[in-house]
């Protein structure tokens, strides 16, 4: 019986990145876990591909769209699970556990990590914290939680919309019985540490705010960028 959980990682110029990730999933292959490595590129120019290529990934190139590089990704995949993850994202030690635990005890329910930042301090944990506690409290975790769900019920969904930005809530609002699994992921801050942790948290919530009012996600990521 072929090994359950289909890892995606969508990438764009992530060959600063993507080894750190890499080797943080090693556990889910020696537990038996991972039935393949889909790697969804949107047009990189550096080392990614051959990075992807000497750990086995499957290569898919197209355009570089977060939402469409995940959708063809998960297209691709052939698990019954997909572990859907950011390329800067580090799986904390014990995420084989926790994900083989919750495909026993589950009931095939989608499942989410707690969101922490490889940075110390109080701002990381404050930031953190809220995004913890909005995922627990509105059903709404963010793609650099990781996202594990089950095939059929990603395919119920619509999967992940070919937008630019906000597809991971786009997907989560279409999902029900969410859990949160005990383990994090464990992500980078360089985007908060650069922008300023306030600046940048609160950036991220009016940017959510107005997608949650109907901005079209096109517009969203063009101001989201500068």
């Known amino acids: 019986m072929p090994a359950p959980v289909s890892i995606i990682i969508p990438t764009l110029n992530a060959s600063g990145e993507l080894p750190a990730a890499l080797e943080h999933l090693m556990e889910g ?3 038996g876990l991972i039935r393949e490595l889909v790697v969804s590129d949107g ?3 550096d080392e990614t591909r051959a990075i992807a290529h000497s750990a086995g990934a499957e290569w898919i190139s197209g355009a570089a769209s977060r939402g469409g590089q995940l959708r063809r990704g998960c ?3 052939r698990g019954s699970w997909l572990l859907v993850l950011h390329a800067d994202t580090h799986m904390e030690p014990g995420w084989a556990a926790a994900v083989a635990q919750h495909l026993q005890d589950g009931q095939g329910r989608p499942a989410y990590f707690r969101l922490r930042f490889r940075a110390k301090g109080l701002m990381p944990a404050l930031v953190a914290g809220w995004a913890n506690l909005r995922s627990r409290l509105f059903g709404l975790p963010y793609g650099d939680q990781a996202l594990l769900i089950r095939r059929d019920m990603y395919e119920a969904a619509g999967g992940y ?3 630019p930005l906000m597809e991971d809530v786009a997907l989560v609002r279409r999902l029900t019985g969410l859990t949160a699994l005990p383990c994090a ?5 360089a985007r908060y540490q650069r922008a300023g942790w306030l600046r940048r948290g609160g950036r991220n919530l009016w940017t959510l705010m107005r997608y949650f009012l109907g901005v079209k ?4 990521a063009k101001a989201y960028s500068k």
């Open 29 to 31: 292959l020696a537990a």
């Open 217 to 220: 996600p096109e517009r969203l």
């Open 185 to 189: 992921a464990l992500t980078s801050a």
């Open 161 to 163: 919309p070919d937008q």
């Open 75 to 77: 297209a691709a995949a």
């Open 43 to 45: 047009g990189s120019n």
